[in-house]
C-alpha cells in the first residue's frame, strides 16, 4: 500500500501539530486537511509537510509512538509540539 504521511497545523490551536497518513495516494493530505475544518473548528488546516510512503498505516505508528515519548501526546494523532521537531522525526 502507497500513500501519505503528513503534518498538519491550524492557526486557531498554536503548538499542536497533527500527524496522520492516507491509505491512497487518490486521497491527499490537502483533501484530509479539507476533511479535518468542520463547523466545529475556527480555522482551516495548513499542510506542512507530507512525503509519499509505502507502509502508510507502521509509519504513522511509528511516528506517533516516536512523538509520544519525546513530546506530549494531546489526543490522537495532536502532539504539543514545534513543525520543527515534529519534521526532525
Not at 37 to 53: N, R
Not at 57 to 80: A, D, I, M
Amino acid at each position: 500500500m502507497v500513500g501519505y504521511i503528513y503534518c498538519l497545523t491550524n492557526e486557531c490551536m498554536p503548538g499542536l501539530v497533527n500527524i496522520g497518513m492516507t491509505k491512497s495516494l487518490d486521497r491527499t493530505p490537502e483533501i484530509r486537511a479539507k476533511e479535518l475544518y468542520t463547523t466545529g473548528i475556527p480555522c482551516p488546516f495548513t499542510v506542512e509537510i507530507k512525503k509519499k510512503v509505502s507502509d502508510p498505516v507502521g509509519k504513522r505508528s511509528q511516528l506517533h509512538k516516536l512523538l509520544s515519548e519525546y513530546t506530549q501526546k494531546v489526543n490522537k494523532g495532536f502532539f504539543r509540539t514545534t513543525l520543527e521537531v515534529a519534521q526532525s522525526f
